[in-house]
């Protein structure tokens, strides 16, 4: 059963506009959840997390929003710029866990200049 | 250079074969992981370590053996290789005191087996 989930496998926006990607789990053990950005024929890397004891996390034109009660989690990137294009994972990890994070499958954002 | 290196980046082999990918970090983390990457799957872990010596399964281990003598490096063999294990193969570490359980990835060995 897959316990992180990205349902969209791809979004295209247009050049400026704002970027919305979610994430769902089932696991109400996870305490951490982490984005990270892909390219193509690159390693992940590592984007924005956020605690389970808050429901915001910003940095610079990423943000993270986390609904524990609804267990989902959005990006929000706004600006969005054509460098934005790449595949997103969303990740959840338990304290404790040996460090272990569970992916989802990602999604794949186009930004259109 | 310090950072997470994998070789080789490409990888033809047929099936069979035994074939190994390497993974070696110069940060010392505890941490270190095998993922493969699947369209349709993303990430999936195939088996991780947490020290030298200690080495567990993943999510999808069968078909695929690790050893971690030295903290440094992980290398992830297949033993008899299979074309279901075509895929690109991602190492990652991770320290013990991580912020988020934060994992840094290197950049990927693309495997074809024909």
């Known amino acids: 059963d897959q316990q992180v989930k990205q349902n969209s496998p791809s979004l295209s926006v247009q050049e400026g506009r704002i970027s919305i990607l979610n994430c769902d789990y089932t696991?109400?053990?996870?305490?951490?959840f982490l984005w990270y950005k892909k390219y193509p024929a690159e390693g992940p890397t590592f984007l924005i997390s956020?605690?389970?004891?808050?429901d915001k996390n910003e940095d610079g034109r990423f943000t993270v929003f986390l609904n524990k009660s609804a267990k989902h989690l959005s990006l929000h990137i706004v600006p969005s710029q054509p460098g934005d294009s790449a595949v997103y994972f969303c990740?959840?990890?338990?304290?404790?866990?040996?460090?272990?994070?569970?992916f989802g499958k990602g999604i794949t954002l186009s930004v259109r200049p | 250079d310090a950072g997470i290196t994998q070789s080789p980046r490409y990888k033809i082999t047929e099936t069979g074969r035994q074939v190994t990918l390497m993974c070696h970090q110069t940060?010392?983390?505890?941490?270190m992981f095998w993922y493969r990457q699947d369209l349709g799957h993303g990430l999936r872990l195939i088996y991780y370590?947490?020290?030298?010596?200690?080495?567990d399964k993943g999510e999808v281990p069968d078909g695929y053996v690790v050893s971690r003598s030295k903290t440094e490096n992980f290398p992830l063999t297949l033993e008899s290789a299979t074309r279901s294990q075509t895929s690109v193969y991602f190492c990652?570490?991770?320290?013990?005191?991580?912020?988020?359980?934060?994992?840094?990835f290197g950049p990927g060995t693309r495997l074809t087996v024909l």
């Open positions: 940060w010392s983390h505890s941490y």
């Open positions: 990652a570490s991770s320290p013990r005191q991580s912020s988020y359980n934060e994992q840094f």
């Open positions: 696991n109400s053990m996870f305490d951490y």
């Open positions: 370590s947490a020290a030298a010596d200690i080495t």
């Open positions: 956020i605690s389970s004891i808050k």
């Open positions: 990740a959840a990890s338990e304290y404790g866990a040996n460090s272990k994070l569970t």
